[in-house]
DNA sequence: CAACATGATTGAAACGTTTCAATCAGATGT
DNA sequence: ACATCTGATTGAAACGTTTCAATCATGTTG
């Protein structure tokens, strides 16, 4: 039974259940030996204090809660993992809602973190329609939208540079010398693959070339595998010599058919570059040349920034953009 | 400000705090003009109850706690996504800690989930010494160890079977005909290790072969590559002509050093097989054999028999054992 | 020695629900 | 018209903390 008070601890010590509660925060001054004498019966009563009981009487929860479109992407996985680094640093709980790209689970989520009165929301949004977070937002709890931008909304965002991560990639390959590139992936409702493609066709087309774009339902390696075999069974004048994937998954499966499929040599006859720069990325048979996202730093900042505006009490809103890094390894041409 | 609270709707509705409750909760008949007017005032006032004066006044707080030791490792995230599948359809939140193999995260976690009166705990315990979580189930917390066996605590358990997932593996190895297995994996501080290994070593003296064992510091791709590198060094008559490996990051790091440091054809020359049968376990160039273990059902299990046993209020502790699958793929020879 | 500062301790009021016995207003049966 | 019953509504207590003004000892100062 988890069912001592601090009632019962004063009585056992002799004392004031206020006494108690002081000395178990710290938030007074208490004598040496009479907080020897609560930690005694504490001891021996296993008294815990009640969460519930705290946070009702001092109005705010200590915890955050954080909903991403699907914990099994290693990409969403390391973010969390960052998050909750950060949220454990500041000694809060972090409560994790997996919305699946379901708008109707993601609201599940937010109506229970509501209930839970989380002193703040992180939140990978499903749909395109955010005023249901910003009235959340203006209502007083602290909103940060996470690998998504905020614009026109009054919301925080903490993102990466996804233009800027396309155009990154087609400078490494048309550098390589590559002159046909292509591009695979999808779905371009998908904020992040559209705006890695805008970028990646800028840098193209300023380079006088074309990007073709092979759509693929998902992003997954599945996916992959079937755009790569689509692509090498092209004939030689209409294949790419270098695909950019929106993912790491993509170009693993693209990298598979590729050494399944055909006798091309990689990167010499096609160069791959993927995405993300996921654990798995770097590890494949021709290591992956990938556009590396800090996917647990974005978690982490995201907490941090929400903690700093939360103790500004300003309610400015801040977007933190990070740039992603080209990572070069054996799937590309050197420069 | 989410300071409005029921007084506040029933003070609008014209009508008891008592009455909200009811309607709120579907507690108690409510006339259906009163349900009314009363959700029109929490529509209008924007009325959330208030989770910590729920629970507090109600004693539990539906929720559960999950314990693992490294939310990165694919295997955990099945198990966590599956218990999070279970908890979301019984309208429990789910709290998830990771201890990273620490006892001391481990044991932070367990005090702050103490703090939140969970309804129970799912624990897959760094140490070896349970009886910290025996004296927290002995006190009214239904605690369930996930892949760890309870043997000789008074605790509840669900596991799988590794001494026959390594029995399975081998009677796989020698009924493809091969006669020099070996065992890749470390360290054998793991339980999991441990019992995968000895499995194996049973099934293979029985078949009168011997294991080699050459053992890795950690179960990753780049372990296992090593690893690799350092067999297919060997001689031909010294070198195996199938390993095992303790699980699917492993394996697939030794197939890369196989192909990228020799000639041998998998799984002619040499056979590879994984443990777990991670996602991207089928999508290595050789389609990987593996032993799958019921990740996400070992989650949801745990939750589900943990929910059960709270019903059934006696307090007897169950062991679920599942057996693993053998999945077979390319890198091993057909039977 | 009185007056006072200092530090430790206490008591009681809140926090926002749930819950249950008690009340109330109608309807039903006699 | 009276008693009875039913279903809807109410009021107030309780849950376990935190917090703050008030009290209580002690030692210190004029």
Redesign the interface.
């Known amino acids: 039974?988890?069912k001592v008070s601090m009632r019962e601890v004063a009585d056992r010590a002799g004392v004031s259940v206020g006494t108690v509660s002081h000395v178990v925060n710290g938030s007074s001054k208490v004598a040496e030996a009479t907080a020897a004498k609560v930690n005694a019966a504490i001891e021996e009563l296993?008294f815990?204090?009640?969460?519930?009981?705290?946070?009702?009487r001092s109005g705010h929860?200590s915890s955050l809660g954080l909903v991403v479109l699907d914990?099994?992407n290693p990409f969403f996985?390391?973010v969390?993992?960052g998050a909750?680094q950060a949220c454990?640093e500041a000694g809060l709980?972090?409560?994790?809602g997996?919305s699946g790209t379901d708008e109707q689970r993601e609201g599940k989520y937010l109506?229970?973190f509501?209930?839970?009165?989380v002193n703040g929301l992180l939140v990978t949004p499903t749909g395109s329609d955010l005023s249901r977070l910003e009235s959340i937002a203006a209502?007083?709890?602290p909103v940060m939208l996470v690998d998504r931008d905020s614009n026109g909304y009054a919301l925080s965002s903490v993102t990466v540079d996804n233009i800027a991560g396309g155009r990154m990639a087609l400078d490494h390959i048309i550098a390589g010398g590559c002159r046909r590139p292509a591009f695979i992936g999808g779905p371009q409702s998908l904020p992040q693959v559209a705006d890695r493609l805008a970028g990646a066709t800028e840098r193209a087309l300023e380079a006088g070339l074309e990007l073709p774009v092979h759509s693929t339902p998902e992003l997954t390696?599945?996916a992959g595998?079937d755009a790569g075999e689509k692509v090498v069974g092209l004939p030689a004048d209409q294949r790419p010599d270098a695909v950019f994937c929106a993912n790491d998954l993509l170009a693993?499966?693209f990298m598979?058919a590729v050494?399944?499929f055909s006798d091309l040599s990689i990167p010499d006859d096609i160069a791959i570059l993927g995405y993300d720069d996921i654990?798995?990325a770097f590890?494949t048979?021709v290591p992956m040349t990938s556009v590396r996202q800090p996917a647990a730093l974005l978690g982490r900042t995201a907490v941090e920034t929400l903690l700093q505006e939360n103790a500004s009490a300003s309610d400015a809103h801040h977007d933190r953009r990070f740039t992603p890094e080209l990572v070069v390894r054996g799937s590309t041409r050197p420069v």
Not at 93 to 96: E, G, R, S, Y
């Open positions: 039974m988890a296993g815990v204090r009640n969460a519930a009981a705290r946070q009702l929860s914990t099994s996985a390391s969390a993992h909750r454990d709980a972090l409560l994790i997996d109506d229970l509501a209930e839970q009165r209502r007083g709890t390696i599945l595998r693993v499966g598979q050494i399944m654990d798995y590890s048979i």
